[in-house]
């Protein structure tokens, strides 16, 4: 029996001993570096083919040797036992030769039970199983605050790994201390104009209560920071049926992927839920709503690539009325090299909706991606000046030191960011929660979780 053979778990009996391999090792080798071109797209060298085709060789004959003495009756060699059991150190003679008839028994059970022979060891394996799966089920599920927590992890450690080291650089507060606190803030993403103001308020903050030991400003930083996040979030985000909502986003953002999500949470909130595949001019945008919508189970009105989406977002609206949906969501373009285009089409969609759907609550969300930082804090300006933006659905927060930007975001513009993401599951977008922000960022406890 060859080597090849032993792997794929045939049963040994000592007849085959000496039978001729099926299938040549050459040929084994060869039919796998075939798999792996054909996977990698890359040639693997005659010399490495070869170099394979020899080591293996050699190692068949080794163990085809080793297993014909053993089955012969002769005693286990030295060299023999190395190779079963490398990890075990040989105390005495007579432990070797019990640990190698206990390993030979193993075998000789593994095979019984491959072949239906043993149902104790059978029985044996799926009780362990089972084990195995009841510990797998008892493990409990995160919380959102949880993957929140992790999520932000990288962020937390951009923010605070820089300012616990300016804080524990100083014995007093003084202008030295802000001017690097200052550096800190703008390298944590948090933006100039931002980290401007938090430092101004720390400033009348320190001076009103007379603090002097630096370790008291990590705290006035979060308050700070909650109070931006709070300012925007003052009132819960709630759809309110009917509703349209125009999603916009350059392309690798996540925008498509979003949508999906924001579909089918509202549908499991017991809303009717409508697609429509108004950004035309991306290749395989439409294909890949219709994607989302069939996991979903959700319709998607579209046309064909390159069509008005104008025309689309009609018939959307029109459908939406005539099936008395509560929320229509509506997949725009976002292409921010020609502001006139992009502005002209947003403004003849609005016109649309307004005239064929008035009685519906609009709200138009933009799709930033967390991890470009200040570019997405740019991406939103741009987005704001040629469309009515009414609230910020930042992705990607997971991956990213950079989540400072939802705190710039906040301060600057003063749109709230309404949705979050902290990772690729349906579960891990949601509506972003300021106080759960900042507990996850500064590592406060959530009270809502056991």
Known sequence: MGFFDFLKGKEYKEENINADVEESVEKIVRDAVEEIEEETEERVSEEVVTEVVENVTRIEDEVRDSVGKKVSGEECSEDICDFEDETEDEETDESTEMTDFNEEAEIEDIAESNDGNNDADNNTVEQETEEHDEERVEEPKKGFFARLKEGLEKTKKNIFGGIDSVLGGFTKIDDDLFDELEESLIMADLGVETTLKIIENLKKRVKKERAEDPSLIKGMLQDEIAEILSDGAENEFKITPPSVILVIGVNGVGKTTTIGKLAANYKSEGKTVLLAAADTFRAAAIDQLKIWGERSKI????????????????????????????????????????????????????????????????????????????????????????????GIILTKLDGTAKGGIAVAIESELDIPVKYIGVGETIDDLQKFDANEFVNALFNIQDTTEE
């Open 299 to 390: 319709d998607v009105i579209c046309h064909e690539e390159n069509s008005d989406p104008a025309a689309v977002v009609f018939d959307a609206v029109n459908a939406a009325k005539s099936r008395k949906t509560d929320v229509l969501i509506c997949d725009t373009a976002g292409r921010l090299h020609n502001k006139k285009n992009l502005m002209e089409e947003l403004r003849k969609i609005y016109r649309i909706i307004e005239k064929e759907y008035p009685e519906a609550f609009l709200e138009t969300l933009v799709v930033l991606d967390g991890t470009t930082g200040q570019n997405a804090l740019a991406q939103a300006k741009q987005f704001n000046e040629v469309a009515n933006v009414t």
